[in-house]
């Protein structure tokens, strides 16, 4: 069908008039045996139909590039017209109905002729339904101090695990709200769950703000639909502590807009193949068209049921899955990206289901089903939360042992140890100037490698199910969380400290030692006794092994996450028995005492909030460092430097300094309380990881000398596949308590 030679004029056809057609034909279309579902959209030119400059020589010629006309081989172009599409499971052509073939009861109508004369035409499109594409989850990088729109969130029912994407935040003016959706979040008052501060917390309790489903007519009553219903499916959750949430969406690349007002006014075609973009908690980083509006996904009972997207997967984009539900599509479009400045993106739609249909090559195609976000919103009576928290970097908890490790390299002297870790050190952290929203958007998409200097936290410290290579057996419990501390400023009966000790005989840098201590102060328990500077000597070690080995693949794992450790003893809080508040304190329970939630605020929420203030001072405080470094000629040296570091960290900052101003500001992790400590702290915080930054290159520097071993010429770059491979290996640098470090290290 060519606009040029019908005598109707179907490019002055509305939104409207295609929707009161479909309605006034509703029993008609339904009862299609071959129909899948119906929409309305831009008509489908198959791509090898001529232009209508393009005259053929026959009509002949015209029949011959007719045909079935599929998502795949057929295109919106400038010409084409508003149209009813219906999608069907077979494709039969015109000539095959009547003279005894097929039933012509069965034909989809070409037109819907209106009883005012108008008429609409029907664009008949072949697909074939199937079940979902799954593929593996996401291996993203969640944050460890917030949680907003991308992140996953856990609810159960009826003895299930439920996962989802959170949307995006929302506010009826006094309470915040986690948009998702319904079916997720279930019943009013049932506790919803998000990943916080590497665990899996409650975060929140399901609202018995909730939508499910609606007249048509009653959301858009200007629109025909007597016999639909609008899915809408979605769901609030009242968030247990606000400061715990962010607006910022995760993994999304470009600046984030108002909500795209979608309403029958705004409402046009001329969103038909405009692209969106989304990240889920199942996929990870999506993109996608928008394939049609109003889409008919189910009738029952001579009911429909319509979406109002349906979402196209683009091409050679991840597909969405389910444990997408909820997430959030943002409008990209075309005209605000022309100048190559930073796209901006309007939130749009709300994913709540899928439909998959198979393409001509046989992909089964996922497709998203969503509700427009406005529509949510005008309903529950909230506006989007666009201005909290925003103050975090994408990759959101980690600034810290990136940025020392970043600056320690360097702090290496020139030579072939340096040109080797620069060679590396996007393996090992990220480059300085290369911290963009696009290039960490694209390493947490792919998800299959986690930067050297974060394995520890976010790897081994998690389960083998949840992460491949996760070393503890349970969520916050096993054999690597002990390595990242040690309570070595806690008084005995005599007043002497275990640094004390330990810095005064470097003899007494022994497991021994340390076990007793711990066993005369009552700590029993292998997860209570904080083996910190005993990792450090572990991994050294290990250095010096694998480059007489001249394997510098595992010696590059080691270095790397070795500046993981070195970053947590520059801060004065992994070195102390405080190191979340005064628990001793007269009057404290077990629940509840002075300065509780400091180090997570101080350790993640200033340094994420502040990191562009704070990452620029860190390299110039590693080179104006003057401290002066133990000589390091074995592991018990570098095990004895950490310790020194450690005490050099509670000079600059002692803890209880720390705590009693977050105390003085009210505790909590609000942005006042925040912004206070780094106000105080500020400086100082850059010293200490000024500080780190010099110790991790001189404990490098030692194991190459020790080592005394050339590294391969050319300072090859090491792949991510090969590292990965190495820190997954649980016989890699195994996580030990310190009732079990002892023989590893000699």
Not at 23 to 33: E, G, I, P, Q, V
Not at 199 to 212: H, K, M, N, Y
């Amino acid at each position: 069908m060519n606009p040029l030679s019908t005598q109707h004029n179907f490019q002055s056809l509305s939104l409207k008039d295609l929707l009161e057609a479909r309605d006034l034909y509703h029993w008609h279309l339904t009862n299609k045996a071959n129909v899948v579902g119906t929409a309305v959209r831009l008509y489908l030119i198959r791509k090898d139909e001529p232009w209508p400059d393009q005259h053929p020589a026959s009509d002949d010629a015209r029949v011959q590039v007719r045909g079935i006309r599929t998502f795949d081989n057929s295109e919106v172009r400038p010409y084409s017209w508003p149209a009813v599409i219906v999608l069907v499971r077979d494709w039969v052509d015109a000539t095959e109905f009547g003279h005894g073939k097929v039933d012509p009861d069965h034909m989809v109508p070409r037109t819907l002729y209106m009883p005012d004369g108008r008429a609409v035409p029907v664009c008949v499109v072949a697909v074939e339904p199937a079940t979902p594409a799954v593929s593996a989850p996401a291996d993203a990088r969640w944050p460890a101090t917030y949680v907003g729109g991308g992140c996953p969130l856990i609810a159960d029912a009826q003895g299930v695990e439920r996962s989802a994407s959170v949307g995006c935040l929302v506010t009826d003016g006094h309470t915040i709200y986690a948009l998702t959706n319904r079916h997720v979040c279930g019943e009013p008052g049932s506790p919803v769950k998000a990943l916080l501060r590497g665990a899996t917390e409650e975060v929140g309790i399901a609202s018995d703000r909730q939508l499910t489903r609606a007249p048509f007519t009653s959301v858009f009553p200007e629109f025909a639909g007597s016999r639909s219903f609008l899915t809408l499916d979605i769901g609030l959750v009242e968030v247990h502590d606000a400061n715990d949430w962010s607006s910022q969406p995760f993994g999304i690349e470009g600046s984030i807009g108002n909500v795209a007002d979608i309403n029958e006014v705004s409402l046009s075609l001329q969103l038909i193949d405009q692209p969106v973009t989304a990240f889920g908690s199942a996929s990870g980083a999506l993109d996608g068209t928008i394939k049609a509006l109003f889409y008919r996904h189910k009738s029952l009972a001579g009911y429909d049921y319509v979406s109002q997207f349906l979402i196209a997967p683009a091409n050679g984009s991840p597909q969405t899955q389910p444990g997408d539900s909820g997430t959030v599509w943002y409008l990209a479009p075309h005209s605000d990206v022309t100048d190559g400045s930073e796209r901006r993106l309007y939130p749009l739609a709300v994913e709540w289901g899928g439909q998959t249909l198979v393409s001509d090559n046989g992909q089964r195609l996922n497709h998203a089903l969503a509700t427009g976000l406005s529509t949510a919103c005008q309903l529950l009576d909230v506006d989007l939360v666009s201005e909290h928290n925003v103050g975090a970097n994408p990759y959101w908890g980690q600034t810290g042992h990136y940025s020392i490790a970043t600056a320690a390299i360097d702090s290496v002297k020139q030579g072939p140890l340096r040109d080797f870790l620069e060679a590396n050190v996007e393996r090992i952290s990220f480059r300085p100037d290369e911290l963009t929203p696009e290039q960490i958007r694209e390493k947490l998409a792919r998800g299959d490698f986690v930067e050297l200097a974060d394995v520890p936290d976010l790897v081994w410290k998690k389960t083998p199910s949840r992460v491949p290579g996760g070393r503890d057996y349970a969520q916050n419990a096993g054999p690597e969380h002990p390595n990242h501390y040690a309570d070595i400023d806690q008084p005995d009966g005599d007043g002497k400290t275990l640094r004390e000790v330990t810095l005064g005989n470097i003899a007494n840098m022994s497991v021994a030692l340390w076990s007793k201590w711990y066993a005369d102060e009552g700590v029993t328990e292998a997860r209570s006794e904080g083996l910190l500077p005993f990792r450090v000597w572990q991994i050294f070690d290990e250095m010096v092994r694998q480059l007489k080995a001249h394997n510098d693949t595992k010696f590059l794992c080691a270095a790397g996450v070795l500046a993981h450790y070195v970053g947590d003893a520059c801060q004065p809080l992994h070195g102390s028995y405080h190191a979340d508040g005064f628990q001793d304190a007269p009057g404290a329970t077990s629940k509840k005492w002075p300065g509780k939630g400091v180090h997570a605020t101080f350790e993640d929420k200033m340094v994420d909030r502040h990191s562009s203030d704070l990452l620029p001072k860190i390299g110039p405080q590693a080179k104006a460092f003057e401290g002066a470094i133990p000589k390091i000629d074995d592991g018990r040296d570098a095990a004895f430097a950490t310790v020194s570091l450690m005490a050099e960290a509670a000079t600059i900052l002692p803890p209880s300094t720390l705590i009693d101003e977050y105390i003085r500001l009210g505790g909590g992790s609000s942005a006042r309380v925040v912004d206070g400590l780094w106000d105080a702290f500020g400086d100082d915080t850059a010293k200490l990881m000024g500080a780190g930054a010099r110790y991790l290159a001189a404990i490098w520097e030692a194991a190459f000398a020790v080592a005394d071993a050339s590294l391969p010429a050319g300072a090859r770059e090491i792949s991510e596949q090969a590292l990965a491979k190495v820190y997954q290996d649980k016989t890699f640098l195994p996580s030990l308590t310190l009732d079990k470090i002892g023989p590893v290290i000699g």
